[in-house]
């Protein structure tokens, strides 16, 4: 039985942080396109992609493998967020809007993994 990805709160949140990641990653510098830039969009987009290939999977612990390694993205995204602040790629509005998502995002991700790991599902 394959889970509906596009009903699962934690996936709708992580490709809301991913879009955001992308348009602000738009005006960071060219010398970073392969560096900072490129690291940043694909643990962005990790996060989204392994909850729907989790979502796919029949077990349980399946599932969950994907999604530990979601929140391992999500990790790393919220860490890209203030890491690129520090070095002035973004501004104090972007960069809250983004943190603000990170942060709604592993929350949300922490619960599904919490109700996942105590169901029968």
Do not use: C, H
């Not at 900072?36 to 969009?41: A, L, V």
């Not at 962005?44 to 390694?69: D, H, M, T």
């Not at 995204?77 to 983004?98: C, D, H, M, P, W």
């Amino acid at each position: 039985m394959t889970r509906d990805y596009t009903k699962i709160k934690a996936w709708q949140l992580a490709d809301e942080l991913a879009l955001l990641v992308y348009k602000a990653t738009k005006n960071f510098p060219k010398s970073e396109l392969w560096g900072i830039t490129s690291q940043m969009r694909r643990a962005a987009v990790s996060a989204p992609a392994n909850i729907v290939e989790g979502s796919a999977r029949k077990g349980k612990n399946e599932y969950l493998q994907f999604l530990y390694i979601a929140k391992s993205s999500l990790s790393e995204v919220s860490y890209y967020i203030r890491f690129t602040k520090e070095l002035g790629y973004l501004q104090a509005n972007g960069y809250q809007e983004l943190w603000t998502k990170s942060q709604e995002s592993l929350r949300t991700l922490y619960g599904l993994i919490s109700y996942i790991e105590k169901s029968d599902v």
